[in-house]
C-alpha cells in the first residue's frame, strides 16, 4: 500500500475516533427516577461468558462496553447511554427575555408568615398591619413600615421603635420585634402626621426574618384624603379663559367693537357732505322744484358719483379680530385634544417592547410581564469596596407563561446620570446561596425578595430601573 494512502486511512481513522468521543461523553451513572412519572426503563441484556481463550472472549475483554447492548425493539429513553445508565437531561432554559409557552412553571412555595396593610377611615392617615404565620411552629420577624417623605408618628401601637431618617436612609421607618404563634396573628398600628394636608400616603410594610435581612412577604396601602365638595369643584373647574361662553366673548368683542367703530366713521363722513348745501338746492346747484340756479355759473355735466371705500384702517382691525378669533379657537380646540390623549398616556417606549412606566416606592408598576413593586431602599454607610443598598422588590409575573429575568438588567442609576447593575455575588449571599434570577418565575406568582447594588460610598440611588426580558421597556421607581 502506498505510503500516502496509509497515512489518509490513519488520520481517517483518528478523525473518526475524537468524533465517537465527543458525541457520545463519559458521565456518571445516575440511578433512574422512580414513581409515576419515572423515566422508561432501559431493557439491559447481559450475553452468556463465551469460553475462556476463544475469540468472542478476546474481543470481550478488549471491549468492555460491548457487555451491555439494549435488546432488538426494546424502548430507550431519552437520555439512556448505550451501556444501561441514564443521562441526565437539562431542560432547555428560555432565551433572555422569551417566555416558554408550554410550560406555566411550578410556583416557589408560600411563606410561612404572610403581611396585609389596611388603611383607617380617619382624618389622619392611618394603617392596620396583620401578620399571620401560617406554620406549625412560632416564627420570630422583624416588622417594619415605611415612612413616606414629609410624615411622621403621632400614634404607633405597643413595642413599635421609630427610626427618623438618616442619611443612609432617604425616609424613617417604625419597626417590631414579633414573635408570631403558630397558626396565630397579630395586628400592629400606625397614625402618622403630614406636613403637607390634603394629599395621598402610601406606606408599605414587610416582615423579615429574625436578622432582619431576608423578607417572608411585603404589601402596601395608600391612604386618600376625604375631598370636600369645596376641593373637588376647585380641581375639576377649568380655568376662565377656557370656557367656552368667556372664549366666545372674547373672540366676538374686538370684531363687534371694529364693526361698531368703522359704521360710525361712515354715518360721519356722509352726514358731513350733505350740510355743505344750502337749504332747498340739489348738490349740483339746481333749486328743487324749479330750473334755473342760485349762482350765474356756468352749466357743467355732473360727474358720476365715486363709490366709497372702508378705511384701511378698519379693514385692517376687521382682519386683525378675525385672525385673533380663529387662532384662539384653534389653540383651545387644541388644547383640549392634548389634555384628552396625555391624560391616559405613559412616557415614551421608543423601540421596545410595551410601555414603560414610572412610579414611587410602594405603589405596584407594570411593564410588559411583571408588575414591579419597590418596599424598600436602604444603603449603608459604606467602606472600602463601595457602599450596597439592599432594595426589597416584589415581582409578580402576570402573563400565562413562566418568565424569565437576569440580574444585569437590574439597574441603580446614580446623581449624574451613572448606572449599575445588580450585584449578583451579594445578592446570592443575602438569599443564603440560592441564585434568585436562576429559576424563571412562574406564570401568575409572586416573589418577594432582596436586590444588592454596590455604589460608589459618596452615593445613593436616586432611581431603580426594573425589566423582565431585554426587550422589554421596564420600569422606574424613584427613590427617596
Same mark, same amino acid.
Not at 2 to 26: D, E
Not at 43 to 59: E, F, K, L, N, Y
Not at 180 to 202: D, N, Y
Given at each position: 500500500?502506498?505510503?500516502?494512502?496509509?497515512?489518509?486511512?490513519?488520520?481517517?481513522?483518528? *478523525?473518526?475516533?475524537?468524533?465517537?468521543?465527543?458525541?457520545?461523553?463519559?458521565?456518571?451513572?445516575?440511578?433512574?427516577?422512580?414513581? /409515576?412519572?419515572?423515566?422508561?426503563?432501559?431493557?439491559?441484556?447481559?450475553?452468556?461468558?463465551?469460553?475462556?481463550?476463544?475469540?468472542?472472549?478476546?474481543?470481550?475483554?478488549?471491549?468492555?462496553? /460491548?457487555?451491555?447492548?439494549?435488546?432488538? &425493539?426494546?424502548?430507550?429513553?431519552?437520555?439512556?447511554?448505550?451501556?444501561?445508565?441514564?443521562?441526565?437531561?437539562?431542560?432547555?432554559?428560555? /432565551?433572555?427575555g422569551m417566555a416558554t409557552t408550554a410550560n406555566p412553571g411550578v410556583p416557589r412555595p408560600a411563606p410561612p408568615v404572610t403581611v396585609s396593610v389596611t388603611v383607617a377611615g380617619t382624618a389622619a392617615p392611618g394603617y392596620r398591619i396583620q401578620v399571620r404565620?401560617? &406554620?406549625?411552629?412560632?416564627?420570630?420577624?422583624?416588622?417594619?413600615?415605611?415612612?413616606?417623605?414629609?410624615?411622621?408618628?403621632?400614634?404607633?401601637?405597643?413595642?413599635?421603635?421609630?427610626?427618623?431618617?438618616?442619611?443612609?436612609?432617604?425616609?424613617?421607618?417604625?419597626?417590631?420585634?414579633?414573635?408570631?404563634?403558630?397558626?396565630?396573628?397579630?395586628?400592629?398600628?400606625?397614625?402618622?402626621?403630614?406636613?403637607?394636608?390634603?394629599?395621598?400616603?402610601?406606606?408599605?410594610?414587610?416582615?423579615?426574618?429574625?436578622?432582619?435581612?431576608?423578607?417572608?412577604?411585603?404589601?402596601?396601602?395608600?391612604?386618600?384624603?376625604?375631598?370636600?365638595?369645596?376641593?373637588?369643584?376647585?380641581?375639576?373647574?377649568?380655568?376662565?379663559?377656557?370656557?367656552?361662553?368667556?372664549?366666545?366673548?372674547?373672540?366676538?368683542?374686538?370684531?363687534?367693537?371694529?364693526?361698531?367703530?368703522?359704521?360710525?366713521?361712515?354715518?360721519?363722513?356722509? %352726514?358731513? %357732505?350733505?350740510?355743505?348745501?344750502?337749504?332747498?338746492?340739489?348738490?349740483? &346747484?339746481?333749486?328743487?322744484?324749479?330750473t334755473g340756479t342760485v349762482y350765474p355759473r356756468p352749466a357743467a355735466p355732473d360727474l358720476p358719483g365715486r363709490r366709497r371705500r372702508p378705511p384701511a384702517r378698519a379693514v385692517g382691525g376687521v382682519v386683525a379680530a378675525l385672525f385673533v378669533g380663529v387662532?384662539?379657537?384653534? %389653540?383651545?380646540?387644541?388644547?383640549?385634544?392634548?389634555?384628552?390623549?396625555?391624560?391616559?398616556?405613559?412616557?415614551?417606549? &421608543?423601540?421596545?417592547?410595551?410601555?414603560?412606566?414610572? %412610579?414611587?416606592?410602594?405603589?405596584?408598576?407594570?411593564?410588559?410581564?411583571?408588575?414591579?413593586?419597590?418596599?424598600?431602599?436602604?444603603?449603608?454607610?459604606?467602606?472600602?469596596?463601595?457602599?450596597?443598598?439592599?432594595?426589597?422588590?416584589?415581582?409578580?409575573?402576570?402573563?400565562?407563561?413562566?418568565?424569565?429575568?437576569?440580574?444585569?438588567?437590574?439597574? /441603580?442609576?446614580?446623581?449624574?446620570?451613572?448606572?449599575?447593575?445588580?450585584?449578583?455575588?451579594?445578592?446570592?449571599?443575602?438569599?443564603?446561596?440560592?441564585?434568585?434570577?436562576?429559576?424563571?418565575?412562574?406564570?401568575?406568582?409572586?416573589?418577594?425578595?432582596?436586590?444588592?447594588?454596590?455604589?460608589?460610598?459618596?452615593?445613593?440611588?436616586?432611581?431603580?430601573?426594573?425589566?423582565?426580558? *431585554?426587550?422589554?421597556?421596564?420600569?422606574?421607581?424613584?427613590?427617596?
Amino acid at each position: 500500500m502506498p505510503a500516502s494512502r496509509r497515512h489518509h486511512r490513519t488520520l481517517a481513522a483518528f *478523525v473518526h475516533g475524537l468524533g465517537v468521543l465527543a458525541a457520545v461523553p463519559a458521565l456518571p451513572t445516575v440511578p433512574p427516577a422512580t414513581g /409515576a412519572a419515572a423515566t422508561p426503563a432501559v431493557t439491559t441484556v447481559t450475553p452468556a461468558a463465551p469460553t475462556p481463550g476463544s475469540p468472542r472472549a478476546d474481543a470481550v475483554a478488549g471491549h468492555p462496553a /460491548a457487555v451491555a447492548r439494549p435488546a432488538p &425493539g426494546a424502548h430507550q429513553a431519552p437520555g439512556a447511554a448505550a451501556t444501561g445508565a441514564v443521562i441526565p437531561v437539562t431542560p432547555a432554559v428560555p /432565551a433572555s427575555g422569551m417566555a416558554t409557552t408550554a410550560n406555566p412553571g411550578v410556583p416557589r412555595p408560600a411563606p410561612p408568615v404572610t403581611v396585609s396593610v389596611t388603611v383607617a377611615g380617619t382624618a389622619a392617615p392611618g394603617y392596620r398591619i396583620q401578620v399571620r404565620n401560617d &406554620g406549625s411552629r412560632p416564627v420570630d420577624a422583624v416588622v417594619r413600615q415605611e415612612l413616606p417623605p414629609g410624615t411622621s408618628t403621632s400614634a404607633v401601637s405597643a413595642g413599635g421603635r421609630v427610626t427618623p431618617a438618616t442619611g443612609a436612609r432617604g425616609t424613617g421607618e417604625v419597626t417590631w420585634r414579633l414573635r408570631l404563634p403558630a397558626q396565630g396573628t397579630i395586628a400592629v398600628q400606625t397614625t402618622l402626621a403630614q406636613t403637607t394636608a390634603g394629599r395621598s400616603v402610601t406606606a408599605p410594610a414587610c416582615a423579615f426574618t429574625s436578622d432582619g435581612n431576608r423578607p417572608y412577604d411585603c404589601a402596601t396601602a395608600t391612604w386618600q384624603p376625604a375631598a370636600s365638595p369645596a376641593t373637588g369643584q376647585a380641581e375639576t373647574a377649568a380655568p376662565v379663559w377656557r370656557r367656552p361662553p368667556i372664549l366666545a366673548a372674547l373672540v366676538l368683542l374686538p370684531i363687534l367693537t371694529v364693526g361698531a367703530l368703522w359704521g360710525w366713521r361712515h354715518r360721519r363722513r356722509r %352726514g358731513g %357732505g350733505a350740510g355743505l348745501e344750502p337749504a332747498g338746492v340739489t348738490p349740483g &346747484g339746481r333749486r328743487r322744484g324749479g330750473t334755473g340756479t342760485v349762482y350765474p355759473r356756468p352749466a357743467a355735466p355732473d360727474l358720476p358719483g365715486r363709490r366709497r371705500r372702508p378705511p384701511a384702517r378698519a379693514v385692517g382691525g376687521v382682519v386683525a379680530a378675525l385672525f385673533v378669533g380663529v387662532v384662539a379657537t384653534a %389653540g383651545f380646540t387644541a388644547t383640549r385634544e392634548v389634555s384628552a390623549i396625555q391624560a391616559g398616556r405613559q412616557p415614551t417606549s &421608543g423601540a421596545w417592547v410595551g410601555r414603560s412606566a414610572t %412610579g414611587t416606592v410602594g405603589t405596584p408598576v407594570r411593564e410588559q410581564a411583571f408588575e414591579f413593586t419597590v418596599y424598600r431602599v436602604v444603603c449603608d454607610t459604606g467602606t472600602g469596596t463601595g457602599r450596597r443598598c439592599q432594595a426589597t422588590v416584589g415581582v409578580r409575573n402576570l402573563t400565562p407563561e413562566q418568565q424569565v429575568w437576569h440580574g444585569e438588567l437590574q439597574r /441603580a442609576y446614580l446623581p449624574g446620570g451613572n448606572w449599575v447593575s445588580a450585584d449578583q455575588d451579594a445578592t446570592r449571599r443575602l438569599n443564603l446561596g440560592r441564585d434568585v434570577f436562576a429559576q424563571p418565575v412562574a406564570a401568575g406568582s409572586r416573589v418577594v425578595l432582596p436586590l444588592v447594588f454596590t455604589v460608589n460610598a459618596a452615593q445613593r440611588p436616586e432611581q431603580l430601573e426594573l425589566r423582565s426580558g *431585554v426587550f422589554s421597556a421596564g420600569v422606574r421607581v424613584d427613590v427617596p
